[in-house]
């Protein structure tokens, strides 16, 4: 669960900078622009967001890089980058939030533990990008997991990010 101090923090700093934020999810499935709804004037900051779970959705609607998204099964840093740019300029938003991962284990693919790579677009460049883990044991509790670090990671960014 995300603490309101931190959703009210972030919602201060994106309408008094005049900045707007729009968000691309696949594992997180809609739960952080859910979340930032929820904040008091969401609407002075919030331009909206996009769940795209495969790589067609992926490629269709934000411009993620066919070749490298297949390559990764469209989990990589390269391709949360592209999913931030791709629905900050979709929304016409000075933010974009994009996050892709997997919530629980996929043994077929090889992957053990559950991970999700993040990043923050500004003006169509990388500010910030990175990767989150979670030892939780539901898919549920992963995916608000995963929220609540990149809504914090969020904020420490448009903090310390100036014009």
Same mark, same amino acid.
């Given at each position: 669960? !995300?603490? =309101?101090? !931190? #959703?009210?923090? #972030?919602?201060?700093?994106?309408?008094? =900078?005049?900045?707007?934020?729009?968000?691309?999810?696949?594992?997180?499935?809609? #739960?952080?622009?859910? /979340?930032? @709804?929820?904040?008091?004037?969401?609407?002075?900051?919030?331009?909206?967001? %996009?769940?795209? &779970?495969? #790589?067609?959705?992926? *490629?269709?609607?934000?411009?993620?890089?066919?070749?490298?998204?297949? +390559?990764?099964?469209?989990?990589?840093?390269?391709? @949360?980058?592209?999913?931030? +740019?791709?629905?900050?300029?979709?929304?016409?938003?000075?933010?974009? !939030?994009?996050?892709?991962? &997997? $919530?629980?284990?996929?043994? +077929?693919?090889?992957?053990?533990? *559950?991970?999700?790579?993040?990043?923050?677009?500004?003006?169509?460049?990388?500010?910030? @990008?990175?990767?989150?883990?979670?030892? %939780? =044991?539901?898919?549920?509790?992963?995916?608000?997991?995963?929220?609540?670090? !990149? %809504?914090? $990671?969020?904020?420490? /960014?448009?903090?310390?990010?100036? %014009?």
């Amino acid at each position: 669960m !995300i603490e =309101k101090e !931190i #959703l009210d923090s #972030l919602a201060e700093q994106l309408t008094t =900078k005049s900045q707007t934020v729009a968000v691309a999810e696949s594992v997180t499935a809609g #739960l952080i622009t859910t /979340t930032l @709804s929820r904040a008091d004037n969401a609407t002075q900051f919030l331009q909206g967001g %996009l769940t795209a &779970y495969n #790589l067609g959705q992926k *490629c269709r609607h934000l411009q993620v890089d066919p070749i490298q998204a297949d +390559a990764t099964n469209c989990v990589s840093e390269t391709v @949360s980058e592209e999913m931030a +740019a791709g629905v900050a300029r979709s929304f016409l938003s000075n933010w974009g !939030i994009g996050v892709t991962g &997997y $919530a629980v284990p996929v043994p +077929a693919l090889n992957i053990h533990s *559950c991970f999700a790579f993040f990043a923050f677009v500004f003006e169509g460049q990388t500010i910030k @990008s990175g990767r989150v883990q979670s030892d %939780l =044991k539901t898919q549920a509790q992963v995916q608000e997991h995963f929220a609540a670090l !990149i %809504l914090q $990671a969020f904020l420490e /960014t448009v903090r310390v990010h100036s %014009l």
